[in-house]
């Protein structure tokens, strides 16, 4: 049972950034059969993908969130990280770091889905 | 942006009853590549949410054969032979054909009677 850990502030102030770190044990975050995700829920509601990143950094964002987002990887550390910027109280909500096995590439585009989830952690935007 | 509609959003069971809910997504979920890009998860109270089927039918490790996913093209259903106490909680599907963005479905909550 891979656990994977999102840490980060709990509290963030309005137009402030939002930053989040996921570590994955086992070293396995420089495997290529995987895709490191991001998705969060806000409070009593449903799950919206953020976006995933390879250990090589290629990342693909949800066009909604696109220009606020960026993701980074540090394979000496085993992480992954989820920065969003210029974050209102919509952006309150937990946030769930995964991995993800790429099922296929196509046009060198992955296609993959979410098996081990981390527990989530809860960010609140709010003065 | 593939649109994927649950139905029920509630659902009440008696356990051992079966219970079904369906998924639709805006286009279609099969690839040129022969696969079907459609996975449902459930996500029990307090939990963060676990990895039930993968491209429609295929069970993951541990999940119990009273699950079952069927379906093709836009339509899908997941199935639970015999509800037990522990099957309470949100399910949704999500589709991964179209990246970005990765979509779920609204959930669907099933409750014990």
Redesign the interface.
């Known amino acids: 049972q891979l656990q994977l850990q999102a840490s980060g502030p709990g509290l963030v102030k309005p137009s402030e950034s939002l930053s989040l770190t996921c570590t994955v044990p086992g070293g396995s975050i420089s495997s290529g059969d995987y895709y490191w995700g991001w998705i969060r829920q806000p409070p009593g509601k449903g799950l919206e993908w953020i976006g995933g990143i390879y250990y090589s950094g290629s990342a693909y964002y949800n066009p909604s969130l696109k220009s606020r987002v960026t993701m980074s990887v540090d394979t000496s550390k085993n992480q992954f990280s989820l920065k969003l910027k210029s974050v209102t109280a919509a952006d309150t909500a937990v946030y769930y770091c995964a991995r993800a096995p790429v099922s296929g590439w196509v046009n060198a585009v992955p296609k993959y889905y979410f098996d081990y989830w981390g527990q989530g952690t809860l960010v609140t935007v709010s003065s | ?1 593939i649109v994927m509609t649950q139905t029920p959003l509630s659902l009440s069971v008696t356990p051992g009853q079966p219970a079904s809910i369906s998924c639709k997504s805006s286009q279609s979920l099969l ?3 022969g ?1 079907t ?1 459609l ?1 449902w ?1 459930l ?1 029990k109270p307090g ?5 039930l089927i ?2 429609v039918f295929n069970r ?1 490790s541990g999940v119990p054969d009273r699950f079952s996913g069927s379906g093709s093209g836009t339509d899908f259903t997941l199935k639970i032979s015999r509800v037990e106490a522990e099957d309470v909680g949100v399910y ?1 599907c ?1 589709q ?2 179209q ?9 669907t909550n099933l409750e014990i009677k």
């Open positions: 942006d690839h040129s590549d696969r890009y996975y998860y996500q939990q963060p949410p676990q990895l993968y491209e993951w949704y999500m991964s054909i990246l970005p963005p990765y979509t779920f479905g609204q959930g």
